[in-house]
């Protein structure tokens, strides 16, 4: 049995400066058995943690689209950003890989969640509902998630979507063990979501790891 977080950032994400040393004792610190490493618009951090971390890393990505994000896991290679979200969804699938949608319904997250109407047109070619995201203030919003995946019998997973250690571990699924995506998926659904919320100051690290991403550029 494993705990598994299934959104967890690292440095190669823009808003995010926790390094792969960091990232690794956190998760050994909560006892977390795989992490599902998803940066924005790139695998490189994902890619790099699966080749020295003593626990197994799902590399997965989000990638933005003019309607907001979609998560692909299981995948071998960055897939640029931004794409439209039909070609999102046949290069996740091109790779062997799985369709997620992280934090639906949050409303507070601006573009990066995935518009309603959109979401109902693809939902034949989802995989997994992230249902419990420890991020999401927007009251609500992970229930109407949870529901969602249950009405369309879709496996739901949970992540603290961290972009600072101490955060990695706020959610996770505890679920079987697993070695491909179709494993993953049948350990999934009959996994348990375990999960609280992010104290909501943990937000101001990512506007800084923002800024100073920007004054790097700059100099």
Same mark, same amino acid.
Request: aromatic share 6%; charged share 25%.
């Given at each position: 049995?494993?705990? $598994?977080?299934?959104?967890?950032? #690292? ?11 960091? #990232? ?17 618009? #790139?695998?490189? !951090?994902?890619?790099? *943690? ?10 997965? =990505? =989000? ?19 931004? *794409? ?25 997250? !601006?573009?990066?969640? *995935?518009?309603?109407?959109?979401? *109902? ?19 609500? $919003? ?26 990695? !571990? ?19 659904? #009959? ?29």
């Amino acid at each position: 049995m494993w705990r $598994a977080d299934l959104h967890v950032h #690292t440095r190669y994400s823009f808003d995010c400066r926790t390094s792969l040393d960091e #990232t690794i004792t956190a998760a050994l610190g909560c006892d977390l058995g795989c992490l599902a490493i998803a940066d924005h618009a #790139t695998t490189e !951090g994902a890619l790099a *943690l699966q080749k020295i971390a003593p626990f197994a890393v799902i590399v997965a =990505e =989000e990638v933005l689209t003019p309607f907001g994000e979609i998560m692909g896991m299981f995948l071998k290679e960055t897939i640029p950003s931004p *794409l439209s979200i039909e070609d999102t969804v046949a290069r996740i699938k091109g790779q062997g890989g799985l369709v997620c949608i992280p934090h639906p319904f949050d409303r507070l997250r !601006g573009g990066s969640a *995935l518009n309603d109407s959109r979401l *109902l047109e693809i939902i034949d070619q989802i995989d997994i509902i992230e249902v419990f995201n420890a991020r999401t203030l927007m009251p609500g $919003a992970n229930v109407r998630s949870r529901r969602l995946a249950l009405k369309h019998s879709k496996p739901g997973s949970a992540g603290s979507d961290a972009h600072t250690p101490a955060e990695i !571990g706020n959610a996770y699924v505890e679920m079987d063990e697993f070695r491909t995506p179709a494993e993953f998926l049948k350990s999934l659904a #009959t996994g348990k979501v375990v999960g609280r919320q992010t104290n909501p100051l943990a937000r101001i690290s990512s506007t800084i790891a923002k800024v100073g991403r920007r004054e790097t550029k700059r100099r």
